[in-house]
């Protein structure tokens, strides 16, 4: 078993207080925006000026939907406190990834530029953003697994915590952090391998979809519809969504010079 004491906190300045999630999610994001300028230079049919400002109208929608959704899964609790709906102490990662990926559609039907050529572009970019993010979720001790005596179990010890206490638990952090890193290889194998525009997204989508079905199993959360949390219940409905087009669209087709 592996002991945390890593405070969630990682300095403060004065009376503010600067937390590893906050840290690891600026991180993550940025990352994110890097990747897809690194895509311009190496010849990715967009612009550096494309890249920012679907960034500028992606970001922020991201963020939004990401405290909606964490808002919906938590309504007990914030129904009694409704004070504390407006803040970033709680996001959800499909909130993130489907709010972003909605202000971008958004934006590229403004600006007439594929939405699914960029969204392949952006794929493997944003799931090495995820695997970041999830580091803060490690040190910040939220999003853990269900009490377990497995051999690779983690114990939180520090007393600011967002994990339980001195009980091991799945370490379904780090899990996700491996996994997306695989899923990260996948995708730069598999570009330029589908048509249309958009199929590699929709693989990532597929991917991310089927993890988080099923590592909610051994994750601690609400019950939010038919005994399942609610981005299971997401998951569900975007594999319905993803496996259809897929089916229907997406073709294998050699590796373009």
């Known amino acids: ?31 994110l925006v890097v990747w897809a300028l690194w895509a311009v230079k190496k ?11 679907a960034a500028i109208v992606g970001i922020p929608c991201g963020v939004i ?12 609790y914030f129904v009694e406190h409704p ?10 990662i499909y909130g993130a990834v489907l709010g972003a990926a909605l202000g971008v559609w958004i934006f590229s039907r403004f600006r007439k530029i594929s939405f699914g050529y960029l969204a392949d572009v952006l794929a ?12 803060g979720c490690t040190l910040n001790g939220c999003c853990y697994g269900k009490p377990t ?3 690779c179990a983690v114990i939180y010890t520090h007393p600011e915590s967002n994990g339980p206490i001195g009980i091991p638990v799945h370490p379904t952090q780090p899990y996700e952090i491996i996994y997306n890193l695989i899923v990260f290889g996948v995708l730069l194998a598999l570009r330029k391998r589908f048509r249309p ?13 089927v993890w ?5 199993f051994i994750r601690d959360g609400t019950d939010f519809l038919f005994g399942l949390h609610e981005a299971q219940i997401i998951a569900i409905i975007v594999l319905i969504i993803t496996l259809t087009l897929m089916a229907l669209r997406t073709r294998w087709v050699k590796r373009s010079p």
């Open 1 to 31: 078993m592996f002991y945390l004491g890593v405070s969630p906190v990682a300095f403060t300045i004065g009376p503010i207080s600067i937390a590893w999630y906050g840290i690891m999610v600026a991180l993550a994001v940025l990352t």
């Open 43 to 53: 010849g990715a049919g967009i612009t550096y000026e494309t890249v920012l400002n």
């Open 65 to 76: 939907f990401s405290r909606l959704l964490h808002v919906i899964d938590f309504w007990d």
């Open 83 to 92: 004070g504390q709906i407006i803040g970033g102490s709680g996001l959800s």
């Open 124 to 135: 493997p970019g944003i799931i090495l953003a995820q695997a970041i993010g999830r580091v």
């Open 149 to 151: 005596d497995f051999f």
């Open 197 to 209: 525009n958009g199929s590699l997204f929709l693989v990532y989508l597929t991917l991310y979809s």
């Open 212 to 216: 988080r079905l099923g590592i909610d």
